[in-house]
Structure formats: structure tokens, C-alpha cells
């Protein structure tokens, strides 16, 4: 019997190839031209060597909580396109699509309907069920706050895909701000490193160091957030709400370890925080539903 | 090396937590609840209910069936020691044999102190004591002076230990001496298991802010010690002190605090009743409760699957000590008349958990220097 509250071994070894890639290719600079750029090569990169079905059942190598350790990699890498939306959905179909297939949800938001990284995905799954482009009500806009996560916002009344789905879809995109917060957290701590006032770097000063302690201890207590919410999923509310709560503390710290600098749209702790922000919007519409 | 399940979600698990609720169930009722005795009487349930332990078979869970104990492991413990709390049971005496004397022998030991000194533990026949902090090394650890000379078969041993819980009646202490000033500060350590019962070896109680005197100085006046009784070799006092700490920040005491959490928050319900904005409140600290049992059970997961959970030691510790703080300011703050007394008294008292067993603020140092690799 294998350790369940955490990712098996073979997860473990898998999500840190899955990151390796990504950081090969997407491990770059946060600049316009990383949001800009037209990610297909890497999507069928993901479809060729068999991540886009990794959630498929009946056959599932993987549990939920070892999914989780693939939306963390993922998170830390911002990359725009519908990579979690898709296992999520993938996850709940008895016969999914073909492994191409870029897909979504719809969840309800008060007055409106998201559909996370629905500019960057072709199907989504309402209550109706998979819908193609044509078939969807028209696009009555794009949320793109964080242009990592454009979501789509269609008018409200489109029925949301089912609570199970939605539940999946949020615990992943909880992971995803994870990875996003672990990443903005790396970042500050290399910039404490190397940034340097009163002839020393600044990663030397206690208040410094105490904050990013308290920032690794929000990212260790959002990931077992996510545990919590993988095995008690009538929990997942409660669960999820303190996640975000404080991948976004990680986001706050992260502006304020890198000074003047972080609060400029050039720096990268922004692109992270905007992340968080937006899963956050995602994940309180997916589980705040009956 | 732990052994037992691998994970909480194990049948064996289950089956484990069914066979200990019926003992429960069974042996708790004369002991559970009895929390308006005094200091003596206390001690003595304490004691009591230990036995009952032992002669059931539950003490030290995680122990090699050679030394007495049952094979299992870091999970069997947990679950161990959160039935014990949902069967209001005091808890026993033995926490630091167990908990810290235990590894120190398992890790340094001589195969003649464990097969002298493990029984014992398991029986709880002795209790422990830790001697580590003195008033001029507290944080810095390294500065210990308390001083052990070789005589002969035996070292001798002068100075004086601050903050000593349980000194005044335990029977063996864990001692950071120092046995060579040529060495660095850290290099010239040696552990003991130093016996307490002997003229040159003189506890003093220490009032605390709560009203309690459970913690002591102990001051050492040419103490004797058998070199039987080193742990390890001279020069590795701060290895074995190391080991000590590491368990003092683990698994063990997350367990034993989160127990206590929830106790607390079972009375914090208690007290916000009819006020909604004091039961959202506490429903909120019952989410940081919840989750900080998911880091533990993650972290005793990734024990007993030998992936090193010693980072997560510090973090942990910091957690529960200040969501225990938390906790109990709020329940002060509500001031209900059935509970004020045991808030206010748990308000002071509960300083002490970001000050003992290491200080919130070396544990962020640790974090952020060890764990981060920011620059000392």
C-alpha cells in the first residue's frame, strides 16, 4: 500500500520531468513576448509524449492528490494555455475526447459564467455537456487580468458543468496557484540573494528573512490545504478558500521583498500575483455552488 | 528505520484505530476528564494512566519489538495519540523519555544503554528530564558552559541548567555539557544521561507568568556521571543534541499539540455559542486546525515512506505554536463566564510555545538560512 496524503514515488519522479520540460520551454523571462507567443508547439509537445491524458480513466495511473503535483509544476510556469482545464474534464468523462482536444468548463459566477482559459481552449463542458465553439453562446467577454489565465465570460444562465467536475477543476486550479506562489517565492528568494543595500545582500537582514520563512510556510500550508480538500471533497470550500488565502499572502510577500522594483508591471512578481488572483476568482465560483 | 502502515488511508490503519477505540472505551472512564485536581494528584493520575498504557501494550508504538515496542510506526503514533485525546485521558509522564531520550539512544546510544535505559522508558520506570538551556545559552545553544571533567570511570559536573520542566521530580536528565574548551564552541559538547538523584545535583523551582512552578533551574555542584552514561562519544554533544531537537520539533509534539488544539477549540465553541460573529471566528481557527493536521499527517506520510521530513520540523513547529496562541487569545477575548478562568490562565501560559523549543525566531532563522539559503 502506497503513501496516499502524498504524491507516490512514481509521481513524484514524473512531476519533476513534467517540470523540466516546462521550464525548457517556458522557463524564460515573464515578458510580453512569453504572453504574447503562440503556445501550439508546446501543446502538441504535451499531446505527443502523453501528459494531456495522464487523468484519463478507467485506467488512472494517478490519484488526485498525485494530479496536484503536475498543476503545481504547471502554476509555477504561467503558461496560457487550457493544460489543467483539460485533465480536470478528461477526469470526470467515461470516454474522453481525442488527446488533442483543448478543453474547458463552465462554472457560474454571480451575474455571469467562467470558462478558465476559455480564449486558449475549443471545447467546453456545460451542463449540456462538451460544446463546441460554434454550439456556445457568444463570448460576452474575455476576463484577461492575468494574461496567463484569460477566462472567458459568457452571459449568465449557461448551465455550469456538474459539481464534481467543478470540484476537480477547482482543486486543480488551487495546485496551480501553488505552483505559482512556490515560484514567486523562489524568485524573492533570489532576489534577497543578490540584491544588495547597506554593502551586503539584502537576504541577510532578518525582517527579510522572517517574511520569506512565513511565505514557505504559507506555500507548505496551502499544499496540504490541497490534501485536505482531495480526501474530505465536502470540505473543499473551506479547504480552497484557505489556499488561495495564502498563495496570495506568497504574492503580497513577494511585491514587498523585491521593493520599488516589484511594484513595476516589468518585474515578474505581478504576472504571479495576477495568477493567483484570477485561479482565486476561478476556484470561489467553482466551489461556492451547490 | 519506521515501519508500520504507510498511509492513514491503510485498512491496517483502521482496523488499528477500531482495536484502540474499544480499548478506550474500556480502560479511559476513571481516568478521563479530571481536569479541576491539584498539582500532586495530577502527577499521580498521570502516572496511573500510563501504566494503563503500558500493561495494554500501547507505549512507544514505533519501537523495534526487541526493544519492547510494536514495530509500527510514525502513523500508528498519531492516530495513537488522537484517540487518547478524543478519550480525555491526561497525558502521561514519559513524553520526553519517549520522545527525546529514545532517539538520542537509538541514534548515539551503546547497545548496553538501550538495553539498559529502554525498558525502563517503556515502563515508564523513569522519568526524563531535558538539561540543555542555561542562562547564557538559550537561542545560542552553543554556548553551553556547564562543564564535565573525567575522573577516573566517571566525569564530573559543575554548572547550572535553566528552564529544566519535570527536573524536580524526574529521575534522569538529558545534559549538554561541555568537556573540552580547546575545541569550537560546538566541537567541545558531550551528552549524559545524567542521574538526578544525587546530592550534587540541586533543582530549583522557577515561578512562571501562568502561576505554575513546573520548570527549574538545576544547578550542578561536582555531580557525578559514569562514563556508562555517555551518549556517544566526547565532541558529540551537539550531534545527540541535534537529534534531541529535531524530535522536540517533530512529528511527536505536532501530535501532542494539535491534541491540545483541539481540546481548546471544542471550549471555544462552548464560549461563542449565540454569537455569530465570534462562532465565525472560531470556525475559522478550526480550518487552520484542520489544515495544519494535514501538514502532520503529509510530513508523518513522508516518514514513514523515509522521504526527510526534518525540514518540515521547524515549520510545523512554528505553525501550531502560533495558531495555539491564536486560539487561545481569542478564547480570552470572549470572556464567557463558564471558561474565563481556564482562557486567562491559558493566555499567559501559552507564551511559553513561541519561546520553548526553539523561539519563532530562530525558527524562521532556520527556515529561511536551511531551508531558503538566504545568508547567515
Redesign the interface.
Known amino acids: 500500500m502506497h503513501a496516499q496524503l502524498i504524491p507516490t514515488t512514481l509521481c513524484e519522479e514524473a512531476a519533476i520531468a513534467f517540470a523540466d520540460l516546462l521550464k525548457g520551454r517556458a522557463g524564460g523571462g515573464l515578458n510580453d513576448e512569453h504572453f504574447s507567443r503562440d503556445w501550439s508547439p508546446l501543446w502538441d509537445e504535451l499531446v505527443r509524449d502523453g501528459w494531456t491524458v495522464i487523468a484519463d480513466r478507467p485506467d488512472a495511473e494517478f490519484s488526485l492528490l498525485d494530479l496536484t503535483a503536475f498543476a503545481r509544476a504547471w502554476g509555477s510556469y504561467l503558461v496560457p494555455l487550457p493544460f489543467l482545464p483539460t485533465l480536470a474534464v478528461r477526469r470526470g468523462l467515461d470516454t474522453p475526447p481525442e488527446p488533442d482536444a483543448r478543453l474547458s468548463y463552465a462554472v457560474a459566477e454571480q451575474g455571469t459564467t467562467l470558462v478558465p482559459y476559455g480564449p486558449t481552449a475549443r471545447v467546453v463542458l456545460t451542463a449540456d455537456g462538451l460544446t463546441g465553439p460554434d454550439a456556445l453562446p457568444t463570448a460576452a467577454g474575455i476576463d484577461d487580468w492575468a494574461a496567463s489565465a484569460p477566462t472567458t465570460l459568457l452571459p449568465a444562465g449557461t448551465g455550469p458543468a456538474s459539481a464534481a467536475m467543478r470540484r476537480d477543476g477547482a482543486i486543480l486550479s488551487a495546485a496551480e496557484a501553488v505552483g505559482a506562489a512556490a515560484a514567486v517565492l523562489r524568485r524573492s528568494v533570489e532576489y534577497a540573494k543578490v540584491r544588495e543595500q547597506f554593502g551586503q545582500p539584502i537576504g541577510r537582514f532578518q525582517a527579510i528573512k522572517h517574511r520569506l520563512a512565513n511565505m514557505h510556510c504559507s506555500v507548505e500550508l496551502a499544499a496540504s490545504a490541497l490534501a485536505w480538500a482531495c480526501f474530505e471533497p465536502d470540505d473543499a470550500a473551506r479547504a480552497l478558500t484557505l489556499a488561495l488565502g495564502h498563495c496570495l499572502q506568497v504574492a503580497e510577500g513577494a511585491v514587498q521583498v523585491h521593493g520599488g522594483i516589484g511594484y513595476t508591471w516589468e518585474a515578474s512578481p505581478h504576472r504571479y500575483y495576477r495568477h493567483i488572483m484570477s485561479m482565486r476568482r476561478i476556484v470561489a465560483a467553482a466551489v461556492g455552488q451547490a | 528505520m519506521p515501519s508500520g ?7 491496517s490503519i483502521a482496523d488499528f484505530r477500531a482495536e484502540l477505540r474499544s480499548w478506550l472505551e474500556r480502560a479511559a472512564p476513571p481516568y478521563a476528564g479530571q481536569t479541576s485536581i491539584g498539582e500532586i494528584e495530577a502527577i499521580e493520575l498521570r502516572r496511573a494512566w500510563e501504566q494503563e498504557v503500558v500493561r495494554a501494550g500501547y507505549n512507544c508504538l514505533s519501537w523495534p519489538t526487541e526493544s519492547g515496542g510494536r514495530g509500527l510506526g510514525p502513523i500508528e503514533e498519531f492516530v495513537f495519540a488522537e484517540e487518547c485525546v478524543a478519550a480525555s485521558v491526561p497525558e502521561g509522564l514519559g513524553r520526553i523519555g519517549r520522545l527525546l531520550a529514545a532517539p538520542a539512544f537509538f541514534g548515539h546510544g551503546t547497545p548496553e544503554q538501550r538495553a539498559r535505559f529502554l525498558p525502563r522508558i517503556l515502563h515508564q520506570d523513569d522519568i526524563w528530564c531535558q538539561g540543555f538551556s542555561e542562562p547564557n545559552a538559550g537561542s545560542d545553544l552553543a554556548n553551553v558552559q556547564t562543564s564535565a571533567r573525567r575522573d577516573g570511570d566517571r566525569y564530573l559536573v559543575n554548572g547550572q541548567k535553566i528552564w529544566t520542566s519535570f527536573g524536580h521530580y524526574s529521575d534522569w536528565c538529558l545534559l549538554v555539557t561541555r568537556t573540552s574548551t580547546q575545541a569550537s564552541r560546538h566541537r567541545g559538547l558531550t551528552m549524559f544521561a545524567m542521574p538526578m538523584h544525587q546530592p550534587g545535583v540541586q533543582p530549583r523551582r522557577i515561578r512562571q507568568i501562568s502561576g505554575d512552578s513546573e520548570f527549574n533551574e538545576v544547578f550542578y555542584d561536582n555531580a557525578e556521571v559514569g562514563v556508562d552514561c555517555r551518549i556517544g562519544a566526547e565532541g558529540d554533544g551537539w550531534r545527540v543534541a541535534m537529534t534531541i531537537l529535531t524530535a522536540e520539533r517533530g512529528v511527536g509534539y505536532a501530535a501532542l499539540a494539535l491534541s491540545d488544539l483541539r481540546v481548546m477549540l471544542e471550549m471555544l465553541d462552548h464560549c461563542a455559542l449565540g454569537n455569530p460573529a465570534a462562532a465565525g471566528e472560531a470556525a475559522r481557527l478550526r ?2 486546525m ?3 493536521r ?2 502532520v ?2 510530513a508523518i ?2 516518514m ?2 523515509d ?1 526527510d521530513a526534518t525540514p ?1 520540523s521547524s ?1 510545523m513547529k ?2 501550531w505554536s502560533e495558531l495555539t496562541q491564536d486560539v487561545v487569545r481569542t478564547g480570552f477575548e470572549l470572556n464567557c463566564p463558564e471558561h474565563r478562568d481556564r482562557w486567562r490562565y491559558l493566555e499567559l501560559d501559552a507564551r511559553s510555545d513561541t519561546i520553548a523549543s526553539g523561539s519563532s ?1 530562530i ?3 532556520i ?3 536551511r ?6
Open positions: 502502515a504507510s498511509s492513514f488511508a491503510d485498512s480550518d487552520r484542520v489544515v495544519t494535514w501538514q499527517m503529509c506520510e513522508r514513514a515512506a522521504r518540515s515549520i512554528l505553525i525566531e525558527q524562521r532563522n527556515i529561511s538560512e531551508v531558503l539559503g538566504l545568508p547567515r
